[in-house]
């Protein structure tokens, strides 16, 4: 089982770098103190090996430090044979139910929908994962449309979603180990967002969408 989470996080805008000496600029919710120290040592001199031609570089220089898309990513481990606290049934059962879902769409779902039909064509696509790839297409659907299933077959616009709404297939929503994860990964998230420098009380107040989708693969 692969639960991919989507959380909608804030833009920032300017991160300080070392080599920023001149820039004053601060934001208002992010202290990364040193954190993008490692991404460029410290100024040194420039060679003039370096140089080409009459193009030269004066000795000292101001500059902004950015980090362009950055991807930390934080495992928790939930589950206690993997160094967590839950119980392995709380991962076996989303998994057993994960599995039944995705038999559903492909040997139910899929022989109903007309040729023409969006899904069929992700599904058309000739490629190892087309699918996955009709099936992750096919739960966006779903959670767009707050877990009504009729609409996610439907052209529809998507319908208002809040933390209360469905997220999933009807079975997959009344687990009640579905919706601990759920939560865990709202309280955990907003932990990461505390970790990488936000205020607390802007991350315990700050309006978060969570997407997660359901993948299947073979064994190897």
């Known amino acids: 089982l692969l639960v991919g989470l989507l959380s909608a996080l804030p833009g920032r805008d300017r991160p300080r770098g070392h080599l920023a000496a001149a820039q004053t600029w601060k934001c208002a919710h992010c202290k990364v103190g040193k954190g993008f120290e490692e991404f460029l040592l410290p100024q040194e001199a420039i060679d003039k090996r370096s140089m080409k031609g009459d193009v030269s570089v004066?000795?000292?220089?101001?500059?902004?430090?950015h980090a362009l898309w950055p991807s930390t990513i934080e495992i928790v481990h939930l589950?206690?044979?993997?160094?967590?606290?839950?119980?392995?049934s709380f991962h076996k059962r989303i998994a057993r139910e994960a599995v039944?879902?995705?038999?559903?769409?492909r040997n139910k779902i899929i022989p109903?929908?007309?040729?023409?039909?969006?899904?069929r064509v992700k599904l058309m696509e000739g490629q190892a994962g087309a699918l996955n790839d009709a099936f992750f297409y096919w739960q966006k659907k779903l959670?767009?449309?707050g877990g009504d299933m009729r609409a996610s077959f439907e052209h529809a616009e998507g319908a208002a979603i809040t933390p209360e709404?469905?997220?999933?297939?009807?079975?997959?929503?009344g687990l009640p180990e579905y919706k601990k994860l759920r939560g865990l990964v709202d309280q955990l998230g907003?932990?990461?967002?505390m970790r990488s420098g936000m205020s607390k009380d802007t991350a315990l107040s700050i309006n978060n969408s969570i997407f997660n989708w359901v993948a299947i693969h073979g064994h190897g």
């Not at 709404?165 to 929503?173: A, E, I, K």
């Open 165 to 173: 709404s469905n997220s999933s297939w009807p079975s997959m929503c």
């Open 79 to 88: 589950t206690s044979d993997s160094g967590g606290w839950e119980p392995p």
């Open 58 to 65: 004066p000795t000292k220089f101001s500059s902004d430090v």
């Open 112 to 119: 109903k929908l007309p040729k023409n039909h969006e899904i």
């Open 100 to 105: 039944r879902g995705w038999k559903y769409f």
């Open 143 to 145: 959670y767009e449309n």
């Open 190 to 193: 907003r932990r990461y967002l």
